[in-house]
């Protein structure tokens, strides 16, 4: 219990303090934003190459059940929302803010912290591997989404730069950490000092960026769809969670035991800190997305580690 105890300490207090920070005024509106880019464009790359870097070659046959268990997710979070959507009653601006926060988990900001914390490196690296490649699916689930519920359509051009600014930095990072691995390649002791005191800022500011974003602020009149929001994405998850297991385990054979709980983690996570993205692009309710994201967050702190102990004590052994 003491280790739980610790765990889930060691993700809340960096959270508590973005969010003093916020509250003091320390900083100023859109100075969070420059942080979050900091540690997606300039830490996040350093954390994922040293990871891979310094993996054990066997680990990375776990790559591809990884992403086939975040892929999977996915799809299965996509049709549920399809389906709510016409059966909300709600405006589209509610509908479309709703369907999006409940769609996308925090795999990679909240997850990567939550599973360092829980299952160490070797957890890391299968978290890495169950992100790789989320914004390339992010953004086409995102936006096939938008087109079939709000029928419209985005260019090629707006498409492919938008993925190539955000995907292409930790997709590159990983490949290289994998090549540099299998190849041998030894860096000099100076490189791989200054790579790792870049990765080690990534968890911390993580969390602390997660905690700046916090509003508590909350529309009574939303407190229904948010309700709804946080049953299916904290609590009615694992369904989508044992599934995907159980599928992965049918048709490929190599999934390790740290493999299928990190994904059963990453499951749980609470709504993803990139939902507003959607909003420049769709009719959408800021203030609903928001509260659903903090609220989300917040409760997630309590989930999480009873979702811990039930994957340790009971889901991993039924699933053997």
């Avoid at 464009?41 to 994922?48: D, G, K, L, Q, S």
């Avoid at 979070?77 to 589209?92: A, C, E, G, H, W």
């Avoid at 000099?188 to 602390?208: A, D, E, G, H, R």
């Avoid at 990139?274 to 009719?283: A, G, R, V």
């Amino acid at each position: 219990m003491n280790i739980i105890l610790n765990t889930i300490l060691s993700i809340l207090i960096p959270i508590f303090f973005g969010f003093l920070i916020k509250n003091l005024k320390v900083f100023q509106d859109g100075d969070s934003l420059i942080i979050r880019k900091f540690v997606i464009r300039c830490t996040v790359p350093f954390i994922i190459f040293k990871n891979l870097y310094s993996a054990d070659i066997s680990e990375f046959s776990q790559l591809l059940p990884c992403f086939s268990g975040f892929l999977l997710i996915t799809i299965f979070y996509f049709v549920l929302v399809y389906i709510l959507y016409d059966i909300l009653k709600i405006s589209k601006p509610e509908k479309n803010s709703f369907s999006f926060s409940t769609m996308y988990g925090n795999y990679g900001y909240m997850g990567w912290g939550v599973v360092n914390s829980f299952y160490g490196e070797k957890g890391l690296n299968r978290s890495i591997f169950f992100t790789i490649f989320f914004w390339p699916i992010f953004l086409i689930t995102g936006f096939l989404f938008i087109f079939l519920k709000n029928h419209k359509g985005i260019s090629k051009k707006v498409f492919f730069k938008t993925t190539l600014i955000n995907a292409s930095i930790p997709i590159i990072s990983a490949i290289l950490g994998i090549l540099f691995n299998f190849f041998n390649i030894i860096l000099p002791q100076f490189i791989l000092n200054f790579i790792s005191s870049f990765s080690s800022l990534t968890i911390p500011l993580i969390l602390f960026t997660i905690g700046l974003e916090l509003n508590l602020k909350l529309n009574f009149s939303d407190t229904r769809l948010i309700f709804l929001s946080l049953i299916i994405r904290l609590l009615l998850s694992q369904i989508f969670g044992l599934i995907t297991i159980i599928i992965l385990k049918i048709f490929i054979k190599n999934i390790d035991t740290i493999t299928i709980k990190v994904i059963l983690i990453e499951t749980v996570m609470p709504t993803a800190t990139m939902t507003p993205f959607f909003s420049e692009y769709t009719e959408s309710n800021r203030s609903l997305i928001s509260s659903i994201i903090t609220f989300s967050t917040l409760i997630s702190l309590v989930t999480i580690p009873i979702w811990y102990v039930l994957i340790e004590k009971f889901l991993i052994n039924l699933l053997k």
